[in-house]
């Protein structure tokens, strides 16, 4: 019985230590919180920082080239969906402008927030 107990507890030890060593490649920013259900699938994520600039998977680009970027990067994929990450108090302008770049395409939105 006690060799179950060693075993039992050397893999939480080494399921505790790796799953610390897992981190996402996303920018630091602060989210607004809300309620509602996590959905895990493949997408495109656009961040926009307080500063108002604009992220496409950690990739730098200006206002004026998003649409044309988003365009070429979703071209040909399957039910193209992006997550969109605008800080707090980014004003909401911002938001809705990325949001009419994929009404217009046909992309499906996402807004990232934090849970409440």
Do not use: C, H
């Not at 495109?44 to 307080?50: C, D, Y």
């Amino acid at each position: 019985m006690s060799s179950m107990t060693d075993i039992v507890f050397l893999l939480l030890i080494f399921f505790m230590i790796t799953s610390t060593l897992v981190t996402t490649s996303a920018l630091d920013i602060l989210l607004p919180k809300a309620s509602g259900k996590t959905e895990n699938r493949k997408s495109v994520s656009i961040s926009i920082t307080k500063k108002l600039a604009y992220y496409i998977d950690n990739k730098k680009v200006s206002e004026k080239s998003l649409e044309r970027d988003l365009l070429a990067l979703l071209a040909g994929k399957d039910n193209p969906t992006i997550v969109l990450r605008a800080e707090q108090g980014v004003p909401i302008e911002k938001a809705v402008k990325v949001m009419d770049i994929a009404n217009r395409n046909r992309f499906k939105v996402i807004l990232a927030v934090r849970p409440k």
